[in-house]
């Protein structure tokens, strides 16, 4: 049976998915095509699945469709000739996307790559579900100062900013005493350094609760993913790090908390599927229907929380340091971090190195303050240098 959304008598709402064959990607079509009426689909991209996207594009009808490598340009314009739909290749082909009238995009890029088509969906004042955290980590203070000049709503998609966003009471900032970030603790939360070391990058994807790219399951064993989302809700809920906890929940029933100055806690709850989450961003401001498992408290039982333990898990103290450092820290901790991880997944290097080699990137690496995107890619570029040469000389 087809879900309809909230209000049948609106238009269709514009959409364009940045990412769409990845695993945010592949959730929001899921909802689109559950809610077919309420959506028009403007652009769809990905990096290379020339397949996956061929077939999405066959279904959604998209006007646009953009590949980011480009010699798969010929594969995928044969593969929709005779549809009608636009193609384009290449990295500006993903900000033409972007930039193309729809009112919603959702960013799910993976990595800084998706900073630039990110931006350009900000500047022209769309609605934009932000999955892709690290744009938002590398050029934070930036991509927000757009949000404001171009009057531009964003939407978070991460599950726990999703959670807080959902209960923050943005009238009432100064009731607003911390708020609480809840983490899985990853596939090692009780693993020991020593076993840690040897693990293999099958292991580090396999996440307990959540079904995601591989890139954000292996930060989710790190707890780099944590540091990451710290960062994250610092810029979009303008908080220090002082007031935002971190309390590990293996169960990922409670997605985050936001505590006030009565006393008061207030937190979202779910099952870990990320079309809840996505499902808020695409409708809001109406709620539509998300074909997850419903809550079943007295199934679960028992909801369970712990410290974090930052001596197995350094990557969250790192994380914090480097929003208290400023100054494109974050942006040198976010690229070393992807070099490191993808030097991991492809067996370069081992899981304990990661963390090790962005901590040895953040101290070489001179840090000045970012004031242009120029800035932030020319600092971005030489992370990557410099971290992929300690991958190397692992
Ligand atoms: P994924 O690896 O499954 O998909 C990434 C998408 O980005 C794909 O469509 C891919 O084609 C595209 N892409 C990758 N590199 C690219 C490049 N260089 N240029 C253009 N396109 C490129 O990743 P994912 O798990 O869907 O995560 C996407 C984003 O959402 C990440 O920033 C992640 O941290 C965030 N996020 C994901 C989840 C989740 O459940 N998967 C949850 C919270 C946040
Ligand atoms: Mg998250």
């Not at 049948?8 to 077919?36: F, K, W």
């Not at 870990?272 to 199934?299: F, H, K, V």
């Amino acid at each position: 049976m087809a879900m309809t959304a909230c209000n049948p008598a609106a238009p269709p709402r514009r959409v364009t998915v940045l990412g769409s064959t990845g695993s945010v990607g592949q959730n929001t079509i899921d909802l689109i095509e559950r809610h077919r009426e309420a959506y028009d689909v403007e652009a769809l991209t990905a990096r290379s699945n020339v397949d996956l996207l061929v077939e999405q594009a066959i279904r959604l009808r998209p006007r646009f469709v953009a590949i980011a490598e480009p010699d798969l340009y010929l594969p995928l314009k044969n593969a929709l000739s005779g549809t009608g739909i636009e193609i384009a290749a290449g990295s500006r082909a993903l900000v033409e996307a972007a930039e193309r009238p729809s009112d919603w995009v959702m960013a799910a890029i993976v990595g800084a790559a998706g900073l630039a088509p990110t931006l350009a969906a900000v500047r022209r004042g769309a609605i934009v579900a932000l999955a892709n955290k690290e744009a938002l980590i590398c050029a934070g203070s930036m991509l927000m100062a757009e949000v404001r000049a171009s009057g531009a709503t964003l939407l978070p998609v991460d599950s726990e900013h999703n959670a807080i966003f959902q209960v923050f009471d943005f009238e009432r900032r100064e009731a607003i005493e911390r708020i609480i970030l809840t983490a899985s603790g990853g596939p090692f939360r009780e693993l020991g350094l020593d076993a840690m070391a040897n693990v293999t990058p099958e292991q580090a994807v396999a996440h307990p609760n959540w079904d995601m790219g591989a890139k954000i399951s292996v930060d989710s064993a790190t707890l780099m993913n944590k540091g990451l989302e710290v960062i994250e809700a610092h810029h979009l809920f303008t908080l220090p790090s002082e007031q935002i906890e971190v309390v590990i929940h293996p169960q990922s029933v409670v997605h985050s908390l936001v505590a006030y100055v009565d006393g008061s806690v207030l937190a979202q709850l779910g099952p870990p599927d990320m079309r809840t989450p996505i499902a808020y961003t695409l409708g809001w401001p109406a709620r539509i229907a998300a074909p997850t498992s419903r809550l079943n408290l007295a199934e679960i039982g028992q909801l369970t929380f712990e410290a974090p333990d930052e001596t197995r898990f350094p990557a969250l103290r790192l994380a914090r340091e480097c929003l208290q450092i400023g100054d494109g820290a974050p942006t040198v901790l976010s690229a070393a971090n992807e070099v490191a991880v993808n030097g991991f997944l492809t067996r370069k290097i081992g899981f304990l190195d990661i963390v090790r080699i962005v901590e040895r990137t953040l101290e070489r690496i001179p840090l000045l303050p970012l004031g242009s995107l120029d800035d932030v890619t020319a600092l971005d570029k030489a992370a990557r240098v410099l971290s992929a040469s300690f991958v190397e000389g692992a």
